[in-house]
């Protein structure tokens, strides 16, 4: 078990360490203008070195009376590490309960409706989805106004108002949770309609046990190990939504900044183009591959714990 945890370990930190050089190295080889003097592997070196090492990213971005990239970052880690545990506790609690649901229901017309909702989720964008939620439910102009959860200054710090981080945070976890929870969705009534057919579970049922309960206690949980993999697959899928989701609630994480570094600067004076901001995309970059990577290590972690095999063996099975 120790082995298995230090291979991922090195492999989370090769990761990032690679995807450090490829994305400022990138931006040297092709656009050496943007740098004084000569791109030479020795400053490569120093930008990874002053990101990885110091936090730095470069110091500040390329607009007048922008802060340090690094404050910037400080500013949103949280929110961002929030919204994206938020989502993935929705998704996976939505994905299971409700796959075990459809599962132990098979062909009812509630089964029938929660399999059909969750296909919508998770072929819908998500920002088509969050732009949907607010032309319905966000005052003045939705449909039905639900001002308690549509009010974009409402977010607080956790310790600081429990209730409005709660009630500014639950729409942006559901819309980041629901293409991941869908897929969890159907991924675990699959696999638990599959495991019916297994001699421990039909030897559940001749004992008399309730259907429900078996499906729970006896086909469910060998799903579970499936689930966690899917999660660590998704990671990419999920630190997307993240960044798309961000700017459609106005979350105040660092990923809010995208759409300004990639130059759509609002009342930007005309006819001049807005520039990219490539010091604080290479930093973004750099983010999104720390998340994405702890949350594959976090899958992993949590395939090991649930997987006896992995713990027994330190190798994964298949």
């Known amino acids: 078990m120790l082995a298995f945890l230090l291979r991922r370990l090195l492999f989370a930190a090769g990761t990032v360490i690679l995807t450090a050089f490829f994305a400022y190295g ?24 002053r990101a990885l090492l110091h936090f730095d990213f470069g110091g500040a971005c390329m607009f007048a009376g922008c802060p340090p990239i690094r404050r910037l970052w400080l500013d949103g880690i949280w929110a961002d590490l929030l919204l994206l545990a938020g989502g993935v506790v929705f998704a996976v609690a939505f994905g299971v309960l409700g796959g075990l649901w459809c599962a132990s229901r098979p062909r009812s017309r509630t089964s029938r409706v929660l399999e059909g909702f969750s296909t919508v989720l998770y072929c819908a964008p998500v920002y088509a989805v969050g732009c ?35 009630r500014s945070m639950m729409l ?4 980041v949770a629901a293409p991941l929870g869908a897929a969890i969705l159907r991924l675990t009534m699959a696999l638990t309609v599959d ?27 060998p799903t579970y190990v499936s689930v ?5 697959a998704s990671a990419p899928l999920v630190i997307t939504n993240v960044v798309l989701v961000e700017y459609v609630f106005a979350v105040p994480g660092f990923f809010r900044h995208m759409r300004r570094a990639l130059g759509q600067v609002p009342n930007w004076p005309p006819p001049k183009i807005p520039p990219l901001d490539i ?20 899958a ?11 713990r027994t063996s330190g190798r994964p099975i298949g």
């Open 26 to 49: 990138t931006m040297r080889a092709l656009r050496p203008e943007q740098y004084p003097g000569q791109a030479t592997v020795a400053d490569l070196f120093s930008d990874v070195d």
């Open 132 to 166: 949907g939620v607010l032309l319905l439910f966000a005052p003045p102009f939705g449909l039905v106004q639900l001002p308690f959860f549509f009010d974009p200054a409402s977010y607080a710090p956790p310790l600081e108002n429990p209730w409005d981080f709660v």
């Open 300 to 310: 992993d972690l949590a395939i090991m714990r649930l997987d006896p095999r992995i």
């Open 195 to 221: 495991a019916l057919n297994e001699d421990y579970v039909r030897t559940a049922a001749a004992k008399g046990l309730p259907h429900a309960r078996i499906v729970r206690r006896h086909a469910g949980p």
């Open 228 to 232: 966690a993999s899917l999660v660590g």
């Open 279 to 298: 010091l604080t995309l290479q930093a973004l970059a750099l983010w999104a591959a720390v998340l994405i990577v702890a949350l594959g290590l976090l």
């Open 172 to 175: 942006p976890w559901i819309v």
